[in-house]
């Protein structure tokens, strides 16, 4: 069975290059180009992990979206990986307050990608959740 994982993120040309990177393990990638669909995808589809972007344009940001889904009972329990060009320890901590459980600074190589999905998930299948 594939991993699903959700990518929300405004640019296409990073969602193309994540794509093409999750085509090299056994992930099935789901896509939203904003933070409002990344929400209502997260609850279509429950996928296995969200990588969201910080800043998008649209009526709420990858923060708000992350504490949207982390907010709902049923999707709280999906490990949420925010991407941001903004790698300040400020930033840091705004994604934490939000509720992410991972941070990767753009930009980013797909090896960096893969290891810090699949430690998270790891680690997630290892507490059982």
Do not use: W
Not at 28 to 56: C, F, N, Y
Not at 80 to 102: W, Y
């Amino acid at each position: 069975m594939k991993t699903s994982i959700l990518v929300v993120e405004d640019q296409s040309d990073i969602r193309k290059l994540i794509n093409m990177t999750m085509q090299f393990g056994n992930y099935e990638v789901h896509e939203a180009d904003h933070g409002l669909l990344g929400v209502k995808m997260a609850q279509a589809v429950r996928p296995s992990l969200i990588l969201m972007d910080v800043m998008m344009p649209g009526e709420i940001d990858g923060l708000q979206a992350c504490a949207r889904i982390k907010s709902d009972p049923e999707l709280r329990h999906i490990p949420i990986i925010m991407l941001t060009a903004r790698g300040q320890q400020s930033d840091f901590e705004a994604g934490r307050q939000a509720g992410a459980d991972g941070y990767l600074t753009k930009p980013f190589s797909p090896l960096e990608l893969i290891d810090t999905i699949e430690k998270l998930l790891q680690e997630r299948a290892a507490a059982g959740a």
